[in-house]
């Protein structure tokens, strides 16, 4: 599910290893020299640190209560190609759940070869952010999920109807429907296609190192991590990044302090249509950023530490410093997260006959 693209999630950092709130921010007044913020040998303060917490085990939507069936129908529909209309893409083609949820191209491939315009975030991680896709067109994975499928650059199903056909074709999802939707007249619908998709990523998450040392693990990160994890904090790149995502929770304008060269994406506007939302696109985490290159919604860095260098300069007006750039990057490396292998098992595939 390319969210255009789209998973990502996961990253994709667009709008800041370092960016700041939009109205009346010191980053948007001030050009500041990055040497003011010198690598510091001091362990984090506690206010430093009362600005992230441990990921949740499971990223639960409130009043919404998902089933072990629903999460097992979901882990089938997310590993199945005959949802396009190539019967050559699934879900799984653009957010590679071996590989942190991503594909590592600048642009995804879908339905018959066909490439996408923004880059696919990963979806580790991404059910418990502020909304789904680069300009937060969804609320929920829920609803994430359903939009691909259909997306004629995409899974280019065309329509619900196909969609439903193919299912109910299957004896094997009819019955596995059934039994995640007990009750329901009809249990195969398109929105229990986007509910039962949405059960399975809410159980994407990869606890690192870093959640060991925020519940009481001092041995859990290296001083040179903890000294990069200070430099972040002090030089303002938790505006943006903080939290149990290490961002994902807030929209930011791209070019905050200095104009992004060569944007042509207009981001959250199209979605919106208010003006102050020219630029701006969701704020990404920075969860398994080390292994979720390229970088930004259109992949075009290619290098973590050329979109730090970039992060500085047009968020926050920052010129960083190599050693700074470094120290970062390594406390990146403490984000990156155990991969669930037996939750993202692909199952074997129901047989799917022509409806």
């Given at each position: 599910m390319k969210p255009t693209h789209v998973s990502a999630l996961c990253l994709a950092l667009i709008v800041s290893l370092a960016c700041r709130e939009k109205t009346e921010h010191p980053a948007a007044r001030a050009h500041t020299a990055a040497g003011e913020v010198a690598l510091s040998s001091a362990p984090p303060s506690k206010a430093e640190l009362a600005l992230f917490a441990?990921?949740?085990?499971?990223?639960?939507?409130?009043?919404?209560?998902?089933?072990?069936?629903?999460?097992?129908?979901?882990?089938?529909?997310?590993?199945?190609?005959?949802?396009?209309?190539?019967?050559?893409?699934?879900?799984?083609?653009?957010?590679?759940?071996?590989?942190?949820?991503?594909?590592?191209?600048?642009?995804?491939?879908?339905?018959?070869?066909h490439a996408g315009d923004r880059n696919a975030p990963s979806v580790y991680n991404a059910a418990g952010q502020i909304a789904q896709f680069w300009d937060g067109r969804a609320a929920t994975v829920e609803e994430q999920a359903k939009g691909p499928i259909l997306n004629p650059g995409e899974m280019a199903m065309p329509d619900p109807k196909a969609v439903l056909a193919h299912l109910r074709a299957s004896p094997e999802y009819v019955q596995a429907f059934a039994v995640a939707f007990p009750g329901e007249k009809q249990p195969i619908t398109y929105d229990n296609v986007g509910h039962a998709i949405g059960a399975f990523e809410r159980g994407l998450v990869t606890?690192?190192?870093?959640?060991?040392?925020?519940?009481?693990?001092?041995?859990?990160?290296?001083p040179a991590e903890l000294r990069g994890f200070t430099t972040f904090v002090r030089l303002g790149c938790s505006s943006c990044h903080a939290g149990p995502y290490v961002g994902g929770q807030s929209f930011q304008k791209l070019g905050l302090v200095r104009p992004w060269p060569a944007l042509k994406d207009s981001g959250r506007i199209v979605v919106t249509h208010k003006p102050s939302d020219l630029y701006v696109f969701k704020v990404p985490?920075?969860?398994?950023?080390?292994?979720?290159?390229?970088?930004?919604?259109?992949?075009?860095?290619?290098?973590?530490?050329?979109?730090?260098?970039?992060?500085?300069?047009?968020?926050?007006?920052?010129?960083?410093?190599?050693?700074?750039?470094?120290?970062?990057?390594?406390?990146f490396g403490a984000l990156t997260g155990e991969l669930p292998a037996a939750y993202i098992a692909s199952p074997p595939r129901p047989e799917l006959k022509a409806p």
């Open positions: 441990p990921l949740p085990r499971v990223m639960a939507a409130p009043g919404v209560a998902t089933t072990s069936e629903q999460v097992a129908l979901g882990r089938k529909l997310f590993h199945e190609p005959l949802l396009s209309s190539g019967h050559d893409v699934s879900c799984n083609s653009c957010h590679g759940l071996n590989a942190y949820g991503a594909d590592g191209r600048r642009v995804s491939f879908g339905d018959l070869g606890p690192s190192r870093w959640d060991r040392y925020l519940e009481g693990d001092a041995t859990a990160l290296s985490s920075l969860r398994n950023v080390e292994k979720t290159a390229p970088y930004f919604h259109d992949g075009a860095v290619a290098s973590l530490d050329s979109a730090i260098l970039l992060m500085g300069r047009h968020q926050l007006g920052r010129e960083l410093t190599p050693a700074q750039i470094a120290s970062i990057r390594t406390w």
